[in-house]
């Protein structure tokens, strides 16, 4: 073994220290491929999402955050299909192995992983700009997963939590909202009990506007909203006032709360589930047949063709 | 979508335009996640590579050889198992869209999932300095997956085709066998074909020495070889004399061949079986109780404990 590979080796080490093991996981970390098995009448859900340092991340942020974050990115487009997490693959790379950094970005990944009973199957660890790349699996029973699209005319709009904290936390160094951004949490459980009620989902990672942009888009259908019926920061609209606070909910990004819709009839059974959750739950409004996403504001309509806010403020 | 998003998009497009499209993907791109379905009595098996640029490939290389490699070293992972692939993930770190080099890259990834069947279900497009995380997900009947653990004392050894051609390919721009390094070959049908034939199996992706090594790690025996079975390639052995190929062999990697142990009485059925190959088949000797790998030349007997041929120069 190398100089390089025994460097590597320290690496790898790290990460075969998951107490959590899985009955459905028959081969786990240290040969070619892990093996699983997924239960009968199940489907299986895949997802994959990066996080470079300089685009996603800041080389001083805690390594802790970072490893949190590169696996709740992925653990939350399985909770925006109402999936149940199973495993997790992790691709890191590293300029050179920073043990101190890595213990670090270990201890919240596998924090938040044992927390969801998700368990590290393998990956790979190579000499590179820092860069971590994970692939999340999980189930969810045949046929009952919820899509982008499935939303019709009719149907209401609904978000949970305060998208736009991760942004204002970050931005203004708020240290309470700062969490929402460095150790954000995937709505998975409130995901999976949305399977049934919910037509369709989808996470905010890019902002209200364009992630619900998305999902109205994958339906085929419509919407015109109340920027007055936004969800408000209150720590938020202290400093910034309302249009900036606005700006933030529409336009920020990195919360990873979830936007759905549910068909009328089952708003009843949506509103009794959501009496148990420990995050707000806020209507938005109903979907219609047009052909995009139109804001509302004093009487006004908007459409929003780019992430900026100048069409607000020429108003 | 700002200018950042737009053009991020325009990568998107690239990848949405495979033409497989298998039955077992219930949805593929273009979701939060992908959702897809595991045969009845057969388990998942899952592999994740990465390829960096400056560390795995040059700028300058051919932008579908990359796109190739990415994904046959995780397919060759795959074939070492004995497994058939079905499904794919590709994560793109780019500096910016380089819309000609991703076509290119492209039409090389893509002609290799086509060959095999593979769908491309999902992944993840981002900006930073360039490199490639594909995680593979493939399937084998119940139980039927060759780990590298599973070798006995007496077991025969035997490797497919030339390891080190690559390395000599590269190394010596030997247009021949350069290939064997920019469009590696996996294994993947003899992987299959060797379910209940070999008792363990790995790939061979950093040298025979090294790979075989691990094999006989996991498996908790150890082997004697003769350095003069080793397979000889010829354009180098005529080159480089008998020395420097044996180094090539032992320590030149990225050759994605396949080395597995078969028990003397499978002998014949593998024989039988490699008839029909056009790979040629190589017996390296018998695996024993003795807990490492030595290799034999001219009636001594020396270890390497490191990825040099110190130990055999000093001779």
New interface residues.
């Given amino acids: 073994?190398?100089a390089d590979?025994r460097e590597f080796e320290l690496i790898r080490q790290l990460f075969v220290r998951q107490i959590a093991a899985r009955s459905d996981v028959?081969?786990g970390i240290?040969?070619?491929?892990?093996?699983?098995?997924?239960p009968?009448d199940h489907?299986?859900?895949?997802?994959?999402?990066?996080l470079?340092?300089?685009?996603?991340f800041l080389d001083e942020d805690d390594p802790a955050s970072v490893g949190h974050r590169c696996l709740a990115i992925n653990l939350?487009?399985?909770a925006?299909?109402g999936?149940t997490p199973l495993?997790a693959?992790?691709?890191i790379?590293m300029p050179e192995a920073d043990e101190d950094w890595l213990k670090t970005f270990a201890d919240g990944f596998f924090s938040l992983a044992d927390r969801f009973g998700v368990q590290l199957?393998?990956?790979?660890t190579?000499?590179?700009?820092l860069?971590l790349?994970v692939?999340v699996?999980?189930i969810?029973p045949?046929g009952q997963?919820v899509?982008?699209?499935g939303a019709s005319a009719g149907d209401l709009l609904y978000l949970t939590g305060y998208p736009g904290s991760a942004a204002f936390g970050r931005l203004h160094q708020d240290s309470e909202l700062a969490s929402c951004f460095f150790f954000p949490e995937p709505r998975l459980s409130i995901g999976q009990e949305l399977r049934g009620l919910a037509s369709a989902?989808?996470?905010i990672s890019?902002g209200v506007d364009?992630d619900l942009g998305h999902l109205l888009h994958?339906s085929q259908v419509g919407a015109t909203l109340d920027i007055e019926d936004l969800p408000v920061i209150h720590a938020a609209h202290a400093k910034l006032g309302g249009e900036s606070v606005s700006e933030l909910v529409l336009f920020g990004g990195e919360d990873y709360e979830l936007c759905f819709s549910v068909p009328p009839a089952r708003e009843p059974g949506l509103i009794q589930r959501a009496e148990s959750w420990t995050v707000p739950l806020t209507r938005l409004g109903v979907i219609n047949d047009m052909p995009a996403l139109q804001w509302r504001k004093g009487g006004k309509i908007f459409s929003v063709p780019?992430?900026t806010f100048e069409h607000f403020s020429d108003s």
């Fill in positions: 073994m190398s590979a028959v081969l240290g040969d070619d491929a892990a093996i699983t098995r997924v009968p489907e299986l859900l895949t997802a994959t999402d990066s470079v340092a300089g685009t996603h939350s487009d399985l925006a299909m999936a495993w693959s992790l691709a790379h199957i393998g990956g790979d190579v000499r590179g700009p860069a790349t692939t699996q999980g969810v045949t997963a899509r982008r699209a989902m989808i996470d890019d364009s994958a780019d992430k």
